[in-house]
């Protein structure tokens, strides 16, 4: 697989934080690091990805020159994560308060997975290290693990089955994780209400629909052959929205609910690789849009947007296996006493829940394929004439055509063309 390894300063015309500066690191490594002798040389602050690379978030990359009391100079490097700075993105991003949520996630949540995760003998990373969350200026900094080789990988080429089957199994571990936390503290996941579908706020829904409509233009430019599908994609227009809130609804008391990721994509992970080139570790980021709901919203949203097409197209039975195999691997090295579904009891739930492969595959993939150089949240989400060419310029991508082309008939032969009722 092709690695794409970010340049930890890439040029960018942006304007950084003028606050984020050798006072702002001074005071906080003292603290951090329970030390005032430090002393902070330089601060050198870059923008850590492009346009088009991270939608929710403003993330920065600084490069620190510090010491201590009698020992030599040391460079250090942060990840500096705050929420989109445009007014149409503090306004819909606040609406599901995703950056609260994140920072009470690795203050709350993440800790307490580690903790669980050490006491049956696995030191595995699996989540940044943050050196802290600073609620007073709306950012979390972490530790940067490109540091320790970890890299992002080539979001438009997919995941080939090593890197799909390690992506898997880690969410496995989290969710395992999850389901003994919630013995030990049974309303710790009671605040994560707010996943990426939501009936609390309609924030998202213009951009939902807007996506949608422009695939359903684009197939009518076709050949009549594929007519066909648009026809159903109109049809199924006004049951859209509801059909995917549903996804999100916790409607069958037996079911299994765990910590879900809720935006679990190829962008939101990082691999670390051995000297032969093979990836030998997985870290899990970016925990804006977690809920406690059904395993299936990671899971479909996972496959259906961040694999390679074989796999994607010929091979969802055999993954989730996998995965249910690691999860009750995982459930019983945790003590948990939660039943947890057999394989078939865990494929009839994915099956109620697989309407999300829907929007995984018409909505998310083809922004997740995007390679216009303007992408940004406003083009995502304003209503206006620059959102509207942006949607219909990624509908146009060639890869994409082959993509979907390949599973609309495999939607429409499971009836998820249709209302579902």
């Known amino acids: 697989m092709s690695k794409e390894n970010k340049n930890p300063l890439i040029e960018d015309a942006r304007e950084t934080p003028e606050w984020i500066n050798k006072k702002y690191f001074e005071s906080l490594l003292r603290k951090c690091k329970d030390d005032p002798s430090i002393e902070v040389l330089s601060v050198q602050v870059k923008y850590a990805l492009p346009k088009g690379e991270n939608y929710a978030s403003v993330i920065y990359r600084a490069q620190i020159v510090h010491r201590r009391k009698d020992q030599p100079t040391k460079t250090c490097s942060y990840i500096i ?11 819909k991003l606040g609406e599901y308060d995703v950056h609260r949520k994140e920072m009470d996630v690795y203050q709350l949540v993440i800790p307490e997975f580690r903790r669980l995760m050490k006491s049956v003998g ?13 609620r007073t200026n709306d950012v979390i900094i972490l530790n940067d693990v490109t540091k320790k080789g970890y890299m992002m990988v080539d979001r438009t080429q997919g ?30 996941f009671d605040r994560y209400t707010t996943g990426m579908w939501t009936r609390k706020t309609d924030a998202f829904h213009g951009f939902f629909q807007s996506t949608y409509d422009a695939l359903a233009e684009e197939i009518y430019t076709w050949d009549p052959e594929w007519h066909y599908y648009a026809h159903k994609l109109r049809n199924l227009r006004s049951h859209f929205m509801e059909q995917s809130l549903r996804v999100f609804d916790n409607e069958c008391e037996g079911d299994l609910r765990v910590f879900v990721h809720g935006d679990l994509w190829i962008n939101n992970l990082m691999f670390k690789y051995d000297a032969n ?15 406690y709901a059904s395993p299936a919203i990671d899971l479909f949203y996972f496959f259906f947007s961040s694999t390679k097409d074989e796999i994607r197209q010929n091979s969802f039975d055999e993954y989730m296996q996998y995965y249910h195999c690691h999860l009750v691997d995982y459930a019983k090295r945790l003590n948990c006493t939660t039943r ?47 959102a509207r060419q942006f949607k219909k310029a990624i509908m146009t991508n060639k890869k994409y055509h082959k993509i979907i082309k390949g599973l609309l008939p495999t939607f429409d032969r499971k009836g998820l063309l249709d209302k579902l009722d």
């Open 122 to 134: 696995d030191r595995s990373e699996l989540y940044p290290n943050p050196l802290c969350v600073d």
């Open 340 to 386: 947890l579904p057999t394989l078939h009891q865990f494929q009839r739930q994915l099956l109620r829940k697989m309407f999300y492969a829907m929007y995984s595959s018409i909505v998310a993939l083809p922004i997740h394929m995007n390679q216009e150089p303007d992408a940004d949240f406003d083009a995502l989400m304003a209503g206006d004439e620059r």
């Open 159 to 188: 995941l080939d089955a090593t890197h799909t089957k390690m992506s898997l199994k880690a969410m496995a571990k989290l969710h395992a994780s999850s389901v003994k936390l919630a013995e030990i503290y049974p309303t710790i």
């Open 81 to 91: 994560k705050g929420i989109s700075e445009t007014p149409l993105a503090k306004q």
């Open 277 to 291: 080139g093979h990836p030998s570790d997985v870290l899990l980021l970016d925990f804006q849009f977690c809920c």
